[in-house]
């Protein structure tokens, strides 16, 4: 049975720091793709960052760029996201997902959610101004 379980949310002031982290268990893949999500009230989910389980290969949503850096730990079957310079607009529920499926070399890791078959139960983060 697949598991993503996030923690390392919280509540931060603006410029503040706070990192994420996704434990997984219950598949293995030579190369999938895990992504973090974030949803804000009245708002879509959107992909903050996405992250090739073999190569580490990254992308990231414009508006975080420089400022989070998603990463992993094959060992542990982890992914991190460490978010810095936190903004109010960052707040949201954010959630771990995992893609399912084997992704291919010249593939890219999707950034729509429908995409995603594994959800973890979602971490919330607080950004004060």
């Known amino acids: 049975q697949v598991q993503l379980v996030e923690s390392g949310g919280g509540s931060v002031q603006a410029g503040g720091s706070l990192r994420l982290s996704c434990a997984s268990s219950?598949?293995?893949?030579?190369?999938?793709?895990m992504a973090w999500f974030r949803q804000a009230p009245g708002k879509q989910r959107e992909a903050v960052a996405r992250?090739?389980?073999?190569?580490?290969?990254?992308m990231y949503l414009d508006f975080v760029k420089g400022r989070f850096i998603v990463s992993r730990d094959r060992d542990r079957n982890t992914v991190s996201l460490q978010m810095n310079n936190l903004q109010p607009e960052d707040s949201a529920m954010y959630y771990c997902?995992?893609?399912?499926?084997?992704?291919?070399?010249?593939?890219?890791?999707?950034?729509?959610?429908?995409?995603?078959?594994?959800w973890g139960q979602g971490t919330r983060v607080t950004v004060s101004s």
């Open positions: 219950g598949f293995t893949y030579t190369d999938t793709c």
């Open positions: 997902a995992a893609l399912g499926r084997e992704i291919y070399t010249g593939s890219v890791c999707p950034a729509t959610s429908g995409s995603y078959e594994y």
């Open positions: 992250i090739r389980t073999r190569t580490g290969s990254t």
